[in-house]
């Protein structure tokens, strides 16, 4: 039966906010998208259609990662929001939410929970509020208790965003057709993880979604989430957590039982979880590189992963390859320097210059004077679970003269991990023996590509050694800082 005459808000705001980098983020980084445009850029609209529920579109905000939002920034974007709840609440019968989960504001902490909060104040308590989210972020009781729905996607890499983000629109669909009341169950572990340490192809991540999907076949449970967290902000919230949703108010019970059960089930495989893949420190991950016989190789430089919000901009692995005098061809994908490229970027291609490549904002993005033609210009689009035509930032592909490396210049950290990347960029990746991305785990498309994948455990300001990084503030003891 369609539920005719319904409306749903629709609306999405997605940053994850790296707090160890100096910069603030602005609305220049957002692809931003109101009405019907954010209906289409939510991927979920058919869905609600297809029930005879309207949805009425609120605003779609993409930074994707990157740093700490500005509380002007974050102020304007809230206020969209909030503007759209009263404008429609009189007619509104459910809100569907697009949120990461790792958002950051200067001075507020976490804009995913602010707005989540404000929006519940102009709802009141029972309107049901549905969200789709990345694992990768953080939670807390009552944010998860602001929800009526609210489920991450499984796999990492984010492979099954789509799906996931249709899969809570069908559950909040359902749910204002049968008009069930219940309450999400949370449950915070103390358990610290990186996304690197936690790849859904491999173990224990892959028997815990396989649990977690054992667990949604019993017909009290509507969904189970294990929610990784995000370890780049020193905050309270950080952490793990597994969020049960009942399906209805009679099976409460049981989703507390499930709830605890899930918990213990992460919390047994905390010693299991490590990098998947070959890792190496970066003079080894070099050598290996360089030595191996098939191309391409892809190298992640993970400490300065822009996937998690790094700013792209380290120079090191660059100036360790410059030392080797490599006799094979490097693709450098990106370096970011606003600075640099605002010096090329109106040249034609072919001009020859001296370009220093490297911000000095620190220690590993020391400055490097290079000698460099001017080979290609072209935009950064987006990938994975960002709209595909956005233009993210634009790049200059220069090479650099008398060696066999060429390094695409980026005005903004946006991460290359898709072949139409390359392409949008100017960047044929067949053209390479070795090309090294931002990122810390390999995302699919240079998985399937590279002949060998080595992540570099690099410095910067997304280090892998999860040890390393000087907590102040988290819950105290968390695993594995602590032994527990």
Known sequence: MKAKGMKVLVGQFKTESNAQVPMLNELDRYDLAFDEECLVKSEVAEVFRSEGIEPVGALYADAGPSCVLSQTAFAYLEQCFLRSVREHLHELDGIYLLLHGASYVEGLGSGDHHLLKKIRELTGPYLPIAVACDPHGNLTREYVENCTILRSYRESPHTDAKQTKQKVARMLCDLLKNRQSFKPVYRKLPLILGGE??????????????????????????????????????????????????????????AEETADHLAEYVWERRHEFHYTGLSAKPEEALRRALEYAGKPVFLTDSGDNTGSGAPGWNTELLRQTLTLQPQKRFLFANITDPQAYALVRDLP?????????????????????????????????????????????????????????????????????????????????????????????????CKAKGKLCVMALTPGTTPQDTTSIPFKRIMRPMFPIDEI
Request: aromatic letters at 8%.
């Open 197 to 254: 340490q936690s790849v859904s192809t491999d173990e224990p991540v892959r028997s815990i979604n396989q649990f977690m999907d054992q667990l949604e076949q019993d017909p009290r449970i509507l969904s189970c989430s294990w929610h990784v967290g995000y370890l780049r902000h020193d905050c309270p919230e950080a952490g793990s957590g597994v969020v049960v949703i009942p399906a209805s108010l009679k099976d409460q019970a049981y």
């Open 349 to 445: 291609a072919g001009t020859t210059l001296t370009l220093d490549l490297g911000t000095n904002a620190d220690p590993w993005s020391q400055s490097v004077s290079l000698p460099v033609q001017i080979q290609a210009k072209g935009e950064l689009k987006g990938c994975m679970m960002h709209d595909r035509s956005a233009t993210f930032g634009h790049s200059v592909l220069v090479s650099i003269l008398d060696t066999p490396i060429d390094v695409n210049l980026a005005d903004t950290n946006w991460g290359m991990c898709e072949e139409h990347q390359f392409a949008s960029a100017g960047m044929d990746w067949d053209e390479y023996d070795i090309i090294v991305v931002k990122q810390g785990y390999i995302q699919p498309e």
